[in-house]
C-alpha cells in the first residue's frame, strides 16, 4: 500500500490547517507523527488512521491506495 501524503495535506488545510502542529493538535498526536505523516515518511497507524477519519471524515481506503505489481513469467 501507498500512502498518498497529498490527500492528507489537503483536507487538513481545508480544514483550516496549513502546518503540521496544526494536525497533531487537532488529532491530538505528537507534532513529531503529524510531521511524519506531513511529509510522507510514514504512514498512519490504524489508531491515527481512525483520528484523520473521525477528525476530518477522510477514510483510510483515501489516504492508502494499492501499489500495482507487475508480474512476469520466469
Excluded at 23 to 50: D, F, N, Q
Aim: with cysteine; proline share 5%; hydrophobic share 40%.
Amino acid at each position: 500500500m501507498h500512502y498518498d501524503r497529498t490527500t492528507l495535506r489537503g483536507i487538513a488545510t481545508a480544514h483550516g490547517h496549513g502546518h503540521y502542529t496544526d494536525v497533531a493538535r487537532a488529532l491530538e498526536i505528537a507534532p513529531v507523527t503529524a510531521w511524519r505523516l506531513w511529509t510522507g515518511k510514514t504512514a498512519p497507524s490504524a489508531a491515527v488512521a481512525s483520528r484523520v477519519e473521525a477528525t476530518y471524515g477522510l477514510p483510510l481506503s483515501r489516504l492508502l491506495t494499492p501499489i500495482e505489481q507487475k508480474c512476469e513469467a520466469a
